[in-house]
Structures are given as structure tokens and as C-alpha cells.
């Protein structure tokens, strides 16, 4: 099968430390960004993987490319900007209490922040069969918002499998309401939407804990069709997904947790793998809650993610739902 992301891959200095960032000194850089995430562990699980992305004719696109093509992602749709730089972003973690975790942007003027949606023209969509982006890639900029919608167009025109993230990041949102209505048709138009607990209740603007309520609700409100497949993320309550009418629940693994970033990336790119090739959601699911817990054993995104051997391995292991 094969799979398209679009979306910023950027550059992640993730702290050595916990702490206020004005005292950290030591940083380990990554490669990270949510689309891009997807593609890679997409690709090591032995998927077809290519991303839309742009990133800045320096050092740190350098960086990008690298780390893609190692990863065996078909870069042959990223595109260089001689004007704009790649963008990058710091973590914060445990300020000011303990547990937190704070993401700081430096991506406003980033080459993907000034993607031409023209450029979307030129991507060869004649072997795609899945199609994969979030709601991070609207909410950049304008200009990702056009491009975004223009592909999704010849996606649907193709109809080729279009799989959503609603991946809500407050910090990139200016007004909430014209978020919702620009995420709207995309949840819509979605086979299949990956969801959060927290990104349900900012989009249905509520503060209720009982998720099967809220995603009956979030199926109403945005009149989204029984036959689209619906997994919602959950974190430590793990996750569930609804499909036809029927609820699917699993909790989810434990582990020595490192660094969540990056876990619902890696839940989606397993969960498309496993779903779409056997159609089986309960196996699916266990296989990206295990990928999604298991990625967080590493700092960085992606890093911890296993492939189709080590994961059947894994589930061996596991004593119910226990990696430590
Ligand atoms: O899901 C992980 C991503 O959130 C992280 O790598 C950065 O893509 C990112 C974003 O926009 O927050």
C-alpha cells in the first residue's frame, strides 16, 4: 500500500533536563514534526511512505532530508525554499509543575509556513492509496490552509483513502471558532479521524470526561457518517475507536515513559498499517497502543518505534498490558 503525508517536518531540541528553558543548557536535537512522524514509522513497518513537506535550504533541512531518506520515506515531494528557514521547535518539560509539557514554536516564517498551495499541482498522486494529514498543517498558515484544502480536492476527486488527524494544537489556533470551521470538512470528508479526549472537548467547546458521549456528540455535530472509522486517543485511559455503530476499547500499555511527544503519531501510523491491511480493529488497536507506549521509552518522536517483528515480540512479552 502506499502512503502520502503532508506536513512540517521540523527540527526538535528536546531538553536534557527538566526545568524552565532560561536554565537549560543542554538540548538533544531531533527530527520531529507530526506528519512526518507518521511517514516514518509507516515506512518501518515496511509501508510505501511518502510526505508533502518544506523545509529551508540550511543546515537543518539538510538534517531533514537525511533522517527521512534514511528512514526509507520517498522524498521526492519535499521541496527546498532558498528564502524561508526550516522550522524548529524546543520542548519544555516539568515547569511549572511536575509532568508538564510545554512545546515552543519557532516555525511562523518557516519554509512550510510559506508553502505555495501551486505546489500541491505537482505531486503525483498516481500510485497513492492513503492519503494522511492533521489538523497541525491547516492551522500553520494561510497559505498551508489552501494547500492543504486543494489536496484534499484531488484526493477526494481520486478517491483515494483519506485518513485526518484533528491533532489540536492551541498555540497554533488564533480564533477558535474560524479553527472549527476550517477543520470542519476535513473531518467530514475523513474515512478514517484520529481524535484526542482533549481535542473532543475543544472542538465541541466542553468540559465533560465521559468520552463515549462527547464522541457521540462530535458524531453529531460535525454529521460525521457511521461508515468513517473513529479512534480516539486517550493517553494512559487508552483508546477507542467506533466504527458502524460498534465501540472497540483498549487500555493501554505500561512502560518507563521518557517522552510522549510523538506517541498519537506513532498510534496512527501503526493503527493505518495494521487496520487497512486486515480490516481487524481489535488488532489494530492493540498494535498501535503498544507502538504508541512504546515510542515514549526514548526521547525524540519517532525514535522507539518498532518494527513488524519486534512488535509481534513485544506482545509476547507483555504480561497483560505491562512492558517495564
Ligand atoms: O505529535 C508530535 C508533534 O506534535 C511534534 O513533533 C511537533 O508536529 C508538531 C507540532 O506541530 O506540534
Redesign the pocket.
Known amino acids: 500500500m502506499r502512503f502520502l503525508t503532508m506536513?512540517?517536518v521540523?527540527i526538535?531540541l528536546n531538553p536534557v533536563i527538566s526545568g524552565p528553558l532560561r536554565h537549560v543548557n543542554l538540548f538533544e536535537k531531533h527530527v520531529?514534526?507530526?506528519e512526518g512522524?507518521v511517514a516514518i514509522g509507516l515506512s518501518r513497518l515496511g509501508e510505501n511512505a511518502g510526505i508533502i513537506t518544506a523545509i529551508g535550504e540550511d543546515e537543518f533541512g539538510k538534517n531533514v532530508i537525511s533522517v527521512l531518506r534514511g528512514e526509507g520515506v520517498d522524498v521526492s515531494h519535499v521541496f527546498i525554499d532558498p528564502h524561508h528557514p526550516t522550522g524548529v521547535?524546543f520542548i519544555q518539560r516539568d515547569f511549572p509543575f511536575q509532568g508538564a509539557i510545554d512545546?515552543l514554536?519557532y516555525r511562523s516564517s518557516s519554509a512550510m509556513a510559506n508553502f505555495s498551495p501551486s505546489l500541491v499541482d505537482e505531486v503525483d498522486l498516481g500510485e497513492v492509496d492513503v492519503f494522511h494529514t492533521s489538523g497541525?498543517t491547516l492551522m500553520l498558515s494561510e497559505n498551508c490552509e489552501k494547500a492543504t484544502k486543494k489536496m484534499m480536492e484531488r484526493i477526494l476527486n481520486k478517491k483515494i483513502f483519506f485518513s485526518f488527524d484533528t491533532?489540536i494544537?492551541k498555540k497554533?489556533i488564533g480564533d477558535e471558532k474560524r479553527a472549527i470551521d476550517t477543520l470542519k470538512p476535513f473531518i467530514q470528508s475523513a474515512n478514517l479521524i484520529f481524535t484526542g479526549s482533549g481535542d473532543l472537548k475543544f472542538l465541541l467547546n466542553r468540559s465533560d470526561e465521559d468520552v463515549e458521549k462527547l464522541l457521540d456528540e462530535f458524531m453529531r455535530f460535525f454529521s460525521i457518517s457511521e461508515k468513517s472509522v473513529i479512534v480516539v486517543k486517550m493517553g494512559s485511559n487508552g483508546a477507542l475507536v467506533k466504527h458502524k455503530g460498534k465501540t472497540h476499547h483498549r487500555g493501554a500499555f505500561r512502560v518507563r515513559s521518557l517522552d510522549t511527544?510523538?506517541a498519537?503519531?506513532a498510534f496512527d501510523a501503526a493503527f493505518l498499517a495494521f487496520f487497512l491491511e486486515s480490516g481487524d480493529i481489535s488488532s489494530a488497536l492493540e498494535r498501535a497502543s503498544l507502538v504508541g507506549a512504546l515510542v515514549t521509552t526514548m526521547r525524540g518522536?519517532f525514535e522507539a518505534f518498532p518494527d513488524r517483528e519486534e512488535i509481534e515480540i513485544a506482545l509476547r512479552y507483555s504480561e497483560g498490558d505491562d512492558l517495564r
Open positions: 506536513g512540517e521540523m526538535q520531529a514534526g507530526s512522524n521547535y512545546v514554536y497541525i491533532n494544537r497554533l511527544v510523538g498519537g503519531d518522536d
